[in-house]
């Protein structure tokens, strides 16, 4: 069978899509893509009737008894399928209702970014808009992935994480020039299939290998082995998980008293190393930060800190820190510790050196080189908050379980709002939060929970109120974004299925109910917005010399590069280390600050003003350790981005008697009498699920990994935990936020312990639709 083929974006890179008529054929990659993401081959599943919501849905508790009935019905009661008019209705009365009883604070958006390559149909801004001109909203700020670095960068480097990701050290650069590239949290092959709107050509993998054919050396710490890619011959240190902090004060260390730091470049560039050097000698605490006090906590010999420390003091070395250290216990502290190592190394703006904060941790970071996106690409502007209500984006269930505490924040002291309605556009909170069983309870709490889905996820099924919405390839897009140099059209390339709509013509519908359609629309349907954006595109694109095509010639044809028409710009730490007064950095001192002022005025204990290292709750060296002797990483997947196509063929292929996979040493294997393809029970006191076992020699015994992104599918128990039969690791991880500063989600420090199931398990739901009640079935 062969059908039209049509041009797509998604974030894990570009495709084309090729349909006869509804049905989905095959999925071509382009041929500038030297190494495409075989998670493109999942979207032939996209219209997976099992999974796909056909017509808007009604809880059914709620929908007899509204806003006043039990919101623990929430993923346990049927759903009735009802028309689109009585679904907008009832969502269009909760939203009036709760704005004129409680006030537009006790209504919050929740989305996140990953929903649509395309820039139009960006649930986010879709959300955040109609939200917005509602009257306002409480908003969640910074970001899952790195919401402590988010934090702390501002105040020690004076940008924003996003600008330092353009401004990294390129590759190129360090295969012209590097000699070490020394890796904290891997630059793993998995994450570089993806990035923000997607790489239109995978050039990451090649350009690693340019560097190791070069000569670079690559050293990776970390507890999986897996995180460097097998053809750059890394030296593995397997490092004991979330120690990263002391062996990296303990090259420091190493670097002051063998006088390998450079005083010059620290009296120039820095502020704040003496109040750091004391505590490095222990003047402060009594106790030197040396190789022999950093062994015990990281397991990594005294010797080999010290024979590192000085390689790297003789060698041209980049530093990539990977999100993941910052996902932990006290995460501002390993990327606050590498930004001054790498300040007493002296070598920020040089050729092939720097801190790479979030390198590895998605394609692009590093992998643009020098040639910029200078202009803003058009967007769906979604306005400013007309109230000042915000959490951080970590927590959701502090939120609702704590509403009128006092929290502190970033040098803020906030209040948690009450909320009575949750919207959710975009993303999925049963995958990304931590502590599921925990949300699950708290999420009974408000009256009323809107959510917009594709598919049923868990968090659509413990929604009172679910519209079905059109996925990427149902719609009418276009893909650019500033992480990447490709532009690509997005033209629809199978109908919306069943009766799914686009996100926009909800929040449209919406709007005209509660009296604002106008002024959300503009008057623009989706083809005119998506001809806007790109023509507002196209004139900031030529004040900067970049010349796009136009519209009609752009939307017959593919994806296209700019790369050739940008200049090779200079990047932010070069210009700092050729004139510091001239191109200060936004600190407060316009310094790198090894002691940041700021930080230390809000007087957190668990971030001081500079670099410390704080013992940990749950950690291989505490307590804890002695009742769930195993540290779990639950990172990135390899066959999905997060949670999404969970149920393609993908990600599908990679599950172990249906459950999510879990990699354990042998020898850790070998002790609890479990064999490969064993299906086993993860679990610790916050809750367990189910996993299919993977042995490996390949990574550290004493460690065990479970990616994210299983659907959630729990089964109630006795003991009021639940069991989460499919394998996602969020059910075990801790939802308490990094330190008062960043808040950050930290799942990273997990302790869980391991058993063999023994009997039949619990049949998979995940990907089964609820119980659905149609036509007279609700009588």
Known sequence: MTGTRRPTAMHWGNFQVEADGAELVAVHTYADDPEPSPIGQSLLDSRDAR??????????????????????????????????????????AALAEVRERHGNAAIYGGSYGWASAGRFHHAQSQLHRFLKQFGGYTESDRTYSAAAGEVLLPHILGSDLYTLFLNTTPWVDVRDHGEVVLCFSGVSPKNLQVVMGGPGAHTAPGQLRECRA?????????????????????????????????LILALCHTLLVEGLHDEAFLGRYCVGFERFRDYLLGVTDGQPKSAEWAAPITTVAADTMRELARLIARSR????????????????????????????????????????????????????????????????????????????????????????????????????PHIELIYWAGGNPFHHHQDLNRLRRAWARPGTVIVNEQVWTSTARHADIVFPVTTALERNDVAFNTFDHYVSPMPRAVPPFAQARNDYDVFGALAARLGFAERFTEGRDEMQWVRHLYDESRTRAAAHGVSLPPFDAFWAGEH?????????????????????????LGTPSGRIEIYSETIAGFGYADCPGHPVWLDKAEFQG?????????????????????????FARVSRTTKIAGREPLTLHPDDAAARGIA??????????????????????????????????????PVDTADGRGLDVHGNPNVLTRDIGTSALGQGPTAHSCLVEIERYVGEPPPLRAFDPPPILRDDDEA
């Open 51 to 92: 999974v796909r919501i056909d017509q808007p849905m009604v809880r059914q508790g709620y929908r007899r008894h509204g806003r006043a009935g039990d919101g623990a019905g929430r993923g346990r009661e049927p759903f009735v399928a009802v028309s689109w008019d009585e679904a907008l209705d009832l969502a269009a």
């Open 214 to 246: 070069a000569g670079v050396r690559f050293i990776n710490i970390s507890p999986i082995q897996e995180d460097l890619p097998a053809g750059l011959e890394a030296e593995w240190i397997p490092i004991r998980p979330v120690s990263d902090t002391a």
């Open 317 to 416: 070395t980049f530093i990539p820190i990977g999100w993941a250290l910052q996902r932990a216990e006290h995460g501002e502290q390993p990327f606050w510790a590498a930004t001054v190592l790498m300040a007493m190394l002296g070598q920020f703006g040089l050729p092939g050196a720097g801190v790479g904060h979030g390198v590895g941790s998605l394609h692009t970071v590093g992998f643009m080189g020098r040639r910029l996106i200078p202009f803003r690409w058009g967007t769906f502007e979604q306005g400013a908050n007309p109230i000042d209500s915000v959490i951080p984006v970590a927590r959701v269930t502090d939120m609702l379980e704590k509403p009128g505490q006092p929290f502190d924040y970033d040098g803020r002291r906030l209040v948690y």
């Open 560 to 584: 296209f590069s700019i790369a050739d028409q940008l200049p090779e710009a200079t990047l932010i730490f070069e210009a700092f280390r050729a004139d510091p007064e001239r191109h200060p």
């Open 622 to 646: 505490a307590p804890r350790a002695a009742q769930f002797p195993l540290h779990l990483i639950s990172n990135q997947p390899a066959p999905r981005l997060h949670s999404q196509l969970d």
């Open 676 to 713: 490969a393809g064993d299906v086993v029970r993860v679990f610790n006191d916050r809750g367990a699920c189910l996993a299919g076992a993977v042995l490996s020699a390949r990574i550290r015994p004493g460690v065990v990994q479970l990616a994210t992104g299983a659907w959630f599918d």
